[in-house]
């Protein structure tokens, strides 16, 4: 069976790979690891993300893509190429056509990047989507009614909030802040509160476990190791979820700030389309605890989580894929 169709879901934190009739074949880390004294690629994703920090001086691991947008075009290219070799197998007799996310406040030097790293990566053809269409297509959302529908993506380095209807969007709003300001938001929290330097897979694990945006009666506590800063020794220390939710506050907040923003600019029309049927979040934030019950309370609108909110922007990839056709002419970049 060749694979003559694929499609990318190009996060900052995770990549995602859909065929059309295989589903989503690959879920990995959007990581490399790179050796600094020859300039060399030595491992990409899963096994790269494993590195990070444990390496020498002389192997940098990093994320080729920041804010959702290509930071190293040459690691990005071969993250692309990876990703397609792993999907395609290495006899290509036929270059797959390539349908990339990408996020909805990207500029065209930015799209531009995406289609030609995907270009080179081995691509017979590159395509680009506005993340929050195929979050939409993923989540189910019937997308050409002619009616409103409110879209939450919330990535790792990007919220997107859109109003779509007839296929299009209507209004939208992008803010550089989601998974990994949270992260950030928890390290910094412990290590003023509990003197203690935790890594970067720690805390995402805190916000993994025990991460909530509504303040918990029963609290859940999670032991940790880092680093002591007063001894320079290592320690372990309880985290409790109350303390994930203050320390991520401020981050929830701007994206809220951002959905009433949308919902300020959305036409009267579909805004009451949108009271009617209520807001989806789709994305990895959309896993964090009582995140919908929070953006519900403030902003008024009924809020759902969407099913498998992960892999909503991939299987959005694939249904565009399914009907190229149709979707070629209306919501899809060519180089």
Do not use: W
Request: glycine share 10%; hydrophobic share 40%.
């Amino acid at each position: 069976m060749f694979v003559r169709k694929i499609g990318i879901d190009l996060g900052t934190c995770n990549s995602l790979v859909f065929v059309p009739k295989k589903g989503v074949v690959l879920q990995e880390p959007s990581v490399v690891a790179v050796s600094l004294q020859d300039n060399k690629i030595l491992a990409i994703g899963e096994a790269a993300k494993e590195m990070i920090g444990k390496t020498p001086d002389t192997i940098r691991v990093y994320r080729p893509m920041k804010d959702g947008v290509i930071a190293d075009f040459r690691v990005t290219q071969a993250m692309l190429g990876h990703f397609i070799e792993k999907t395609v197998g290495p006899f290509k007799l036929f270059k797959p056509e390539l349908l990339i996310s990408v996020p909805a406040g990207i500029t065209s030097t930015e799209k531009r990047a995406v289609l030609e790293a995907a270009i080179n990566a081995g691509a017979k053809e590159a395509y680009v989507v506005k993340e929050p269409i195929l979050a939409a297509l993923g989540a189910g959302i019937p997308i050409n009614a002619c009616s409103g529908n409110l879209i939450v993506d919330i990535g790792g380095g990007t919220s997107e909030v859109a109003v779509i209807s007839l296929g299009g969007i209507v209004t939208s709003s992008s803010v550089r802040v989601a998974g990994d300001k949270m992260d950030k938001a928890i390290g910094e929290y412990i290590k003023d509160k509990h003197n203690v330097t935790l890594g970067e897979q720690t805390t995402e694990e805190i916000k993994i476990k025990i991460g909530t945006a509504i303040p918990e009666k029963e609290e859940k506590t999670l032991s940790v190791r880092g680093r002591d800063m007063v001894s320079g020794l290592p320690k372990t220390i309880k985290v409790s979820s109350n303390e994930v939710c203050e320390a991520i506050s401020e981050i929830l907040t701007e994206i809220i700030h951002t959905i009433k923003h949308v919902l300020r600019d959305t036409p009267p029309e579909l805004s009451s389309d949108v009271m009617d049927k209520g807001m989806v979040i789709s994305g990895g934030g959309a896993l964090l605890n009582n995140i919908d019950k929070l953006i519900a309370k403030e902003t008024g609108v009924p809020c759902f989580v969407a099913e498998e909110p992960l892999l909503c922007v991939v299987k959005g990839t694939g249904v565009v894929l399914e009907n190229l056709d149709v979707y070629k002419k209306s919501i899809m970049s060519k180089r």
